[in-house]
Structure formats: C-alpha cells, structure tokens
C-alpha cells in the first residue's frame, strides 16, 4: 500500500484501526467469556490502479466462533481515480475522479437467533470534497424492545453534542436506506446513518470527525452489552430456521441496494473483504 494521506486522512485512517481493534478486543473477549478459544483471521491486501500503480489496501478481519457465527471488522484505505461513470455518482468527483477513501466497515451474523445481527461503517472521503459517513443499524431475526431501545438510546446521546435534530434526521435517514423495496419491509430495527457530512475548513472537518467518533464509541459500548444480554438464551430449531430465513432479506439488501458494496466492486477492493457481509448460512424459501 503506498498512498500519502494528508494530516486529515491520516488521523482518520489512525482512528478507524484504533476502533478496529478495541471492537475486535472486545468481540474476543466475548468468546471466551462463552467458552471459546475463536479469534479473528487477519487477511491484508492490496490494490493497484488499472495502469499498476499502488492504490492502497487494508485488512480483512473475520472471526467465527460460538457466539460470533461470522463477523467481519474491515479496515481500508484506498485511493486514485475512479471509472468516469462510475465518478458521476460520488459526490464530488463528476468533473475530476481522482478519490481517496478510508473506513471501518463491520457486519455481525450470530449463531443463537435471540441475538441480533449488526452493521456500523464510518469513512472518510476526499474528492474534489471531503465528507464523513456513516451509522450503525440493529438487524434482530427475533426482536426485543429492550434492545431496540437500548441501542437507539445510546446513538441518540451520541448526537445529542451536535445539535438537538441531529438523531431524529440520521434516524429517519437509516430508516429511507435500510428498506428493502422488493420485500416491502425495513431490513431491521433500524438506527441511524448520514453521509456527506462536508469538511470545507477545518472547524466542519472537526465537528464531523468527533460526532463519526462518537457514534464509533458508542457502537462499541451498546452492542457488546446487548449481546452479553441474549447470547446464553436457549433456543428452537424453528427459531434457528427463522434466522436463517431472515438472513436472506439480509443478503438481498446488501448485494441489490448498499452503496458500500457497489463502491468497493467499483473501485477495485478486495472482493473477500467486500463480500464478508454475507451471511455463513441462509434459507430460500
């Protein structure tokens, strides 16, 4: 990988792979609090441009355990120009293609079904802009309203320092992103998401970096908790069945509609990373 970020990119590449390894810490921890000796496999990799040049790279991390039946925790940091059609739709880049991109990207399947699936993913743009983006999302098979509550509540004191609206417009955002149009339902429980949080100067650049650390943190507090709530919950084979069911509204939404998965295939990252989110098993019915 051979990039040269500027002072901006470069503490928020810093950043991401801090918060890479506390949630990964963390996830361990978990594991072998049930008894499981599971760890994440870490894979590197590279990118090029089309003429060969370097164009950055970064980690894959998947762990499959006991409680943790698949989870993957990306790190990258890429960069060069972008197809010129492709260019047309990020923002910024439709008269000048030239991009760099770093971010955390994390998607959790789980093995008992009364613990729910996660998302979060927060990155930082440069185009001819530079913006943050971002947001975590509950993806529960068997909901629980306590959970639920539990995890919008911390998201919602995370944005409470930004301004009294904040929450309510990320929250309404997440829930327009998460749908499903072809099911006619909502993906999960929801939570919140916001893109192209703008860094004109470097008191926007700031603000927008500390509120994506916020909801970082906050991700890294509430979902380890929930999870140390449910995962000792017995469970059916119905219910499992029920999970495995749902795993593939799941699997639609992110090969069909995620622009994280279409920004990856389109800018030449490593499909292995991009394709972690996929559930390890699913049920067509």
């Known amino acids: 990988m051979t990039l040269t970020p500027d002072p901006q990119q470069e503490a928020a590449r810093n950043w991401f792979e801090d918060l890479r390894n506390r949630i990964c810490a963390e996830f361990e921890a978990i594991e072998r ?25 970064g980690v894959r991390g998947v762990m499959k355990g006991k409680v943790f039946e698949k989870v993957g925790v990306n790190v990258s940091t890429v960069g060069g120009a972008l197809n010129p059609d492709f260019a047309k739709t990020i923002h910024g880049a439709g008269e000048d293609p030239a991009f760099f991109a770093t971010g955390i990207s994390l998607v959790a399947h789980m093995a008992n079904p009364h613990v729910p699936a996660v998302h979060m993913n927060t990155r930082f743009l440069t185009t001819t802009k530079k913006w943050f983006g971002g947001g975590a999302d509950l993806n529960p098979p068997i ?12 998201l919602r004191a995370a944005c409470v320092p930004y301004g009294p609206e904040v929450y309510e417009r990320y929250k309404q955002w997440a829930e327009d992103y998460f749908w499903i149009p072809h099911r006619n339902t909502h993906r999960g429980v929801g939570g919140i998401f916001y893109d192209h949080l703008e860094c004109d100067n470097d008191t926007l650049f700031e603000r927008n970096f500390a509120l994506t650390r ?15 709530r449910r995962m000792g919950l017995e469970f059916t084979p119905e219910e499992k069945h029920a999970q495995l069911v749902w795993r593939g509204r799941y699997a639609e939404f992110n090969l069909v509609y995620d622009r994280g998965t279409m920004f990856g295939l389109k800018t030449g990252g490593n499909i292995e990373a991009i394709l972690m989110s996929l559930p390890p098993e699913v049920i067509w019915e």
């Open 143 to 154: 909901p629980y309203e306590q959970d639920t509550d539990d995890f919008h509540a911390r």
């Open 33 to 57: 609090e049930a008894g499981s000796d599971a760890s994440f496999d870490y894979l590197s990799w590279d990118r090029t441009e089309p003429d060969g040049t370097p164009g950055g790279g």
């Open 214 to 228: 916020d909801v970082g943190e906050a991700f890294l507090d509430v979902f380890p908790r929930i999870v140390r």
